[in-house]
Structure formats: C-alpha cells, structure tokens
C-alpha cells in the first residue's frame, strides 16, 4: 500500500490496479470505510476492461490521516445536521465534504492525472437502467 500527502499535508493511503496508460477511475468508499471495502475481484475486473483504478481512505480512515480529538463528537454534528443547522454542523465538524473532494482530488495530482472518468464504461453495464 502506498502513501501520498496532499497539498494539505493530508496523508492518503491507496492502491492501484491495471495499466496507468489507461483512463483513470478514482474509487471513493463511502463514509467510515476503508478502500478494503471494495472487492479486489471487482476492481480487477474495471482494470481488465480498461481502466486504472485507484482505490484510497479517506481521511480519518484506514492508513490515512487521522483527525482525534479534532471537531467536535460525531454525534454532536449529526445532531445539527438532522435539525437542518448546517452552519452549526460545519463550525463543529473537523473538515467538510469539499476538504475530502480535494484529498481525491490531490491523489490525482500527487498521480500525475489531471482527469479521472466520471461514470466508467463497465464491462458488464448495459444501457437500459
């Protein structure tokens, strides 16, 4: 597993599977997962029809930085965010959604990529959904 620091000087732990002469696909887990999360049989498949995959943690997941102590408790911050004071909720968290979209985002520049695909053309997908 390999590290990158963001511009940010976030720590990022991720992977790779397939060719990086390939278009890239950034796979981002879902709150409070790791990258483990996602099966490697899965992202062997992406890659064999074509793509780079990159798998990374999230901040505060996995191998990658972690923000203890910082912020306020998770459930104090859900909490304003269920009663619709998202100024609240902000003020208390220790980063935003926008603060992880550029950690994905500085994965690809520490890569040397400066677009990712969007929605990947999976070997399996079909039109009709």
């Known amino acids: 597993m390999a590290q990158i ?30 990258m483990v999360g996602w099966p490697l049989d899965f992202c062997a498949r992406v890659a064999a029809g074509g793509r780079f995959v990159i798998a990374f943690d999230n901040r505060d997941c996995g191998l990658s930085t972690k923000f203890d102590g910082q912020g306020a408790p998770l459930e104090d911050v859900i909490a304003a965010a269920s009663t619709g ?36 053309a999976l070997p399996w997908s079909t039109s009709s959904r």
């Not at 976030?10 to 997962?33: C, H, K, N, R």
């Open 85 to 120: 004071d998202d100024e609240r909720a902000r003020s208390l968290a220790p980063y935003t959604l926008s603060d992880m979209a550029r950690d994905g985002l500085g994965l690809l520049t520490a890569l040397g990529i400066d677009r990712a695909a969007r929605t990947p």
């Open 5 to 34: 620091a963001t511009a940010e000087g976030v720590s990022l732990a991720y992977e790779t599977i397939g060719s990086p002469g390939d278009p890239p696909v950034l796979f981002v887990m879902g709150f409070g997962a790791q």
